[in-house]
């Protein structure tokens, strides 16, 4: 099972709503992985957590908060966000963490976000 | 900072034909590299996986090589099909968990 599991699939806020993004992976991965991705742009990353930690922030926007309860769940919390945040976020993960290259990165369908 | 490029940014062609993306890189300091295709609307399905100690690598129809020393790499897709029509994406891996993406290829194959 190489699956990464996110949703929702769609997802529709106001600007001074609360939300959270979620993903799964059972494929015993310990870095996990979000991606924003603009229309006809490839993926840009925001965040890596390896073994549950945070290792990796783009400099990325506070209202944007990761969570990683576990080794198997990544959670994208969302805050008072803008139009501009409007993409598809794309979560991953791979089998291993940093210092340990070479493995394949695994992508799911991602969840859609408009904020109106 | 590391650049990732495609080219060509958009290919038509018939059935049957043999295909060549590009991908370059600028810096060749890196772990690996790995093809997605990005169908419209979806995630990313990961294609093939070359370690920087590789040269090549196959699966079906597709073999994607690497040349580390200038910064290279190809996917060569075989007999296209229409249901190759997607964007192809290459991205690298460098000594962190960071995967650098490049600014992909949309290829369209028609009957």
């Known amino acids: 099972d190489t699956e990464v599991t996110q949703t929702p699939k769609h997802l529709v806020m106001g600007m001074t709503n609360k939300k959270s993004l979620k993903c799964e992976q059972h494929?015993?991965?310990?870095?996990m992985y979000w991606y924003k991705q603009k229309a006809k742009k490839p993926p840009e990353l925001m965040f890596v957590?390896?073994?549950?930690?945070?290792?990796i922030n783009e400099s990325v926007p506070s209202r944007f908060s990761p969570e990683c309860p576990n080794s198997s769940l990544l959670n994208l919390h969302l805050h008072a966000l803008q139009p501009e945040d409007s993409a598809l976020y794309l979560c991953?993960?791979?089998?291993?963490?940093?210092?340990?290259?070479?493995?394949?990165?695994?992508f799911g369908e991602g969840s859609w976000l408009t904020v109106v | 900072k590391q650049e990732v490029t495609q080219i060509p940014a958009a290919l038509s062609v018939p059935e049957g034909e043999n295909l060549v993306l590009n991908c370059s890189f600028t810096?060749?300091?890196?772990?690996?590299l790995q093809w997605f295709r990005q169908d419209p609307g979806k995630g990313l399905t990961s294609l093939l996986l070359?370690?920087?100690?590789?040269r090549e690598q196959t699966s079906g129809r597709l073999n994607a090589s690497l040349d580390k020393s200038s910064g290279r790499s190809t996917l060569y897709i075989a007999a296209s099909q229409p249901g190759d029509s997607a964007t192809y994406l290459c991205?690298?891996?460098?000594?962190?968990?960071?995967?650098?993406f490049g600014t992909g290829t949309r290829l369209q194959v028609f009957p």
């Open positions: 991953a993960s791979s089998q291993g963490g940093f210092s340990r290259p070479g493995n394949t990165i695994y």
């Open positions: 070359i370690q920087s100690s590789q």
């Open positions: 810096d060749s300091a890196i772990y690996n």
């Open positions: 991205a690298v891996r460098e000594n962190t968990d960071k995967l650098i």
């Open positions: 957590y390896s073994y549950e930690k945070l290792s």
């Open positions: 494929m015993g991965h310990r870095a």
